[in-house]
T-cell receptor, first 108, second 114 residues
Framework: AQRVTQPEKLLSVFKGAPVELKCNYSYSGSPELFWYVQYSRQRLQLLLRHISRESIKGFTADLNKGETSFHLKKPFAQEEDSAMYYCALSDNTDKLIFGTGTRLQVFP | NAGVMQNPRHLVRRRGQEARLRCSPMKGHSHVYWYRQLPEEGLKFMVYLQKENIIDESGMPKERFSAEFPKEGPSILRIQQVVRGDSAAYFC????????????FGSGTRLTVV
């Protein structure tokens, strides 16, 4: 069965520290993977997708098929990065399968 | 462009009543998706609709839940005879079409059943 696992409910770091939000997936085919972010009092929005291999707001994520992971990384966290982060997988239909989310808190 | 509009933002219903949640997609988007988020859980897919068609309802509970996206007007998620377990945040997203996963999400409707 397709599944997305985000093992950490909460990740707390100080400003300037590196950040890694973990995401593992279970899928038998070739997945498409995404990271969505929800800032306080705002709606969920797309942060990045693996297929475009881009860096958004300093965040990157590399698809590791061997480890079935798609961890989100940023070398130097900023306070404005504090938000809920959701990893999602597309099974090549039109629906997304979401993980339970990780709350990132960046302290000054 | 107002984005995806969901209303109401908060809805309180007594057990046994009906709940109607509305979603107006972004201008130019013809695909609508409904997701439910229970406390402490991720967003769970419920249903995918295009105008006047249900494309995938594999995530919809078999009873009491229905969805529509008429030719005119918003998409409606309807829950009949609500129970406490229906209390959740219900999110709608829209996209321009198949293969584009740039979903735009609404702010959600938080349903509380008392």
């Amino acid at each position: 069965a397709q599944r997305v696992t985000q093992p950490e409910k909460l990740l707390s770091v100080f400003k300037g520290a590196p950040v890694e939000l973990k995401c593992n997936y279970s899928y038998s085919g070739s997945p498409e993977l995404f990271w969505y972010v929800q800032y306080s009092r705002q709606r969920l929005q797309l942060l990045l997708r693996h297929i475009s291999r881009e860096s958004i707001k300093g965040f990157t994520a590399d698809l590791n098929k061997g480890e079935t992971s798609f961890h989100l990384k940023k070398p130097f966290a900023q306070e404005e990065d504090s938000a809920m982060y959701y990893c999602a997988l597309s099974d090549n239909t039109d629906k997304l399968i979401f993980g339970t989310g990780t709350r990132l808190q960046v302290f000054p | 462009n107002a984005g995806v509009m969901q209303n109401p933002r908060h809805l309180v219903r007594r057990r046994g009543q009906e709940a109607r949640l509305r979603c107006s997609p972004m201008k130019g988007h013809s695909h609508v998706y409904w997701y439910r988020q229970l406390p402490e859980e991720g967003l769970k897919f419920m249903v995918y609709l295009q105008k006047e068609n249900i494309i995938d309802e594999s995530g919809m509970p078999k009873e009491r839940f229905s969805a529509e996206f008429p030719k005119e007007g918003p998409s409606i998620l309807r829950i009949q005879q609500v129970v406490r377990g229906d209390s959740a945040a219900y999110f709608c997203a829209s996209s321009p079409g198949t293969g584009d996963y740039g979903y735009t999400f609404g702010s959600g409707t938080r349903l509380t059943v008392v």
